[in-house]
């Protein structure tokens, strides 16, 4: 009965991400019907469906070089986040966990701030991103080294550190911030909302191999998770190494978040509900709740920026602010929640 209700699952997801992509192509000022879309798709596929339908060549440029690349770019991003917020909330044993408890998001604001008042990123598409990265990996390095103790790495101790870090990042942006001029700050602000505009395939290439090495090692290590997420003493009972294998999965998360923050400024929510929501759907076993977390989290952030492209005429709303406008009810539900089991 759990595998046929896992199946079930498994069907709707792929049937909703199929949905939300052609969607998502379909969507935007440049008007193009969902039907034109399929028959683009199945035509790129090979499938003699659909012949009859015309997609123009400016048509065909919107959709390979504009709306393509954004719509992978949601894909890799909302699978690696949700798969990063699956696995730190399995560590934490805590469904209000997400991939920026432990400074993921704080570090790497620093670092893309950094880069704007450097001019990094006028000068390369990939400044930016890499000085986000860095900043992302030296917050976390710093949350470790802070909570590590006789090489244990205590959850509770983890947590306050990510917190200090995230404050202490949070500071020193706020000071960068005192001594920009307006423009910069436009472009600050424009990357801590967090969006898909612009993005393009040389953005997808910089994702693809970082965010899939991390969702692979996550989906190897899913019996480990399992185990770890059970309490350390009964870890410890079975023969694994805590500290070993909680570094390892903080590590490969830690990757994949970066890698994710960096290509598209911050994105909230999406490492926090989609893990739990998919928990409730498919249970806590991550050989199930990791593939569907990877699924629902594509599916969750490509409808968020389809929607934000579908409610303006003219302009559009950032993924970032939709997915704090739909997320932040099931946010307030989660807390509520959790305070009532206490």
Known sequence: MRNYHFKLVSIILVIALILVVCTSLSAGQYNLD????????????????????NVTEQQEAVLMFIRSPR???????GAGLAASGAVLQGLFSN?????GIIGVSSGAT???????????NSTSLVGLPI??????????????????????????????????????????????LTIMDDHKVQQYLFWTIGSLDYRRWEHVLMGVVPISLGITIMLMMARHLNILALG????KAVGMNVTKYRLILLAVATMTTASSVCITG?????????????RMLVGPNHRRL??????????????????????????????????????????LYLLRKNMDIR
């Open 34 to 53: 969902f039907i034109q879309v399929v028959a683009w798709c199945l035509h790129k596929m090979g499938i003699p469906l659909l012949t009859e339908i």
């Open 95 to 99: 469904p209000l966990a997400d991939p």
């Open 71 to 77: 719509t992978v770019v949601g894909l890799l991003v």
């Open 266 to 278: 911050s994105i909230g929510f999406v490492g926090l509900i989609i893990p739990h929501m998919m």
């Open 110 to 120: 620093f670092g893309a701030v950094i880069a704007i008042i450097a001019g990094i």
């Open 290 to 331: 990791l593939p569907a977390s990877m699924i629902g989290g594509s599916v969750f952030l490509v409808f968020c920026d389809s929607v934000g492209r579908m409610l303006l005429t003219n302009s559009e709303i950032n993924v970032g602010i939709m997915t704090a406008i739909l997320g932040t009810p099931y946010f």
């Open 131 to 176: 000085s986000a990265f860095i900043g992302a990996v030296v917050a976390v390095s710093l949350t470790i080294g802070l909570a590590t103790r006789h090489g244990r790495i205590p959850v509770l101790t983890l947590l306050l550190a990510g917190v200090v870090v995230g404050m202490l990042f949070s500071a020193l942006t706020a000071a960068m």
């Open 232 to 235: 350390e003493a009964e870890a």
